[in-house]
């Protein structure tokens, strides 16, 4: 199988204190690997660079086989468009219509002016997500589910390879949780994307995962399949799966 992503020895600190001590790990394409962890622990630390949002200190990080530190500002654009960023809040501007927010997406990262083209992506997106009715609402409209499924709209109409995941399901009640886990599950065998979801919802993470890891003081300490990792003798990782 092909690697998406590819981390060796990655390191990053803040003020003399490193939060990533040394992260290996391997994406293939097609997977969905959730990583679970305590607060503070460097999670989303991994993902901004990852897109490039910040520079390790040390270590090897490659997307798409290219080293993200050595990419111009034109590699890092052109690869930015192939992967999707689901923000822990959705991220949408609250001043649009759902969709203007699409639109947005499509003229300002694929640099698309097709008005017909971007109506047909735009539809397209809405379906996907169960929410094409929605699409001349405002987002203060629509119910946390609602939004979070049009923040997934948003993140697929650039049809990227890759998803990032911050939370995706914060803030939801367990039922919307669920159906948001399953379209994300759904969206990942449809589409053929790989997956990196950091979430601390284990109901989320046993729909979704192909493959868990744990992280804990800045590294990764174990991996596997839930029912693997559900059954270790290993005390940090059981506090998870109680």
């Known amino acids: 199988m092909e690697n998406v992503i590819e981390i060796k020895g990655l390191k990053k600190g803040f003020d003399g204190h490193e939060v990533l001590k040394n992260i290996n790990l391997t994406v293939q394409k097609g997977e969905s690997i959730v990583v679970l962890g305590k607060s503070g622990q460097g999670k989303s630390v991994m993902i901004k660079c990852i897109v490039g949002m910040m520079l390790p200190d040390a270590g090897s990080l490659k997307v798409f086989g290219n080293e993200v530190a050595e990419m111009n500002e034109d590699k890092l654009k052109e690869t930015r468009t192939k992967i999707g960023f689901l923000f822990q809040g959705g991220a949408l501007y609250d ?96 589409y053929k994307t790989s997956s990196i979801i950091i979430t601390h919802d284990m109901q989320c993470t046993r729909i979704t995962a192909n493959r868990i890891v744990i992280m804990n003081e800045g590294e990764l300490i174990a991996e596997g399949t839930y029912n693997e990792l559900e059954n270790s003798d290993n005390d940090f990782v059981q506090q998870f799966f109680k």
Do not use: C, H, W
């Not at 047909?120 to 997106?125: L, N, P, T």
């Not at 629509?142 to 995706?168: C, H, N, Q, V, W």
């Open 95 to 190: 001043s649009m219509t759902v969709r203007e927010n699409l639109a947005f997406a499509l003229t300002r990262v694929l640099k698309i002016k097709d008005t017909a083209d971007i109506e047909k992506r735009s539809v397209e997106a809405l379906d996907a997500v169960g929410l094409g009715e929605a699409i001349d609402k405002m987002p203060s409209d629509l119910s946390g589910g609602m939004r979070k499924r049009m923040a997934f709209a948003r993140t697929l109409i650039i049809k990227p390879e890759i998803i990032l995941y911050d939370e995706p399901t914060t803030g939801l009640d367990t039922i919307t949780s669920k159906e948001i886990s399953r379209l994300m599950l759904d969206i990942q065998k449809k």
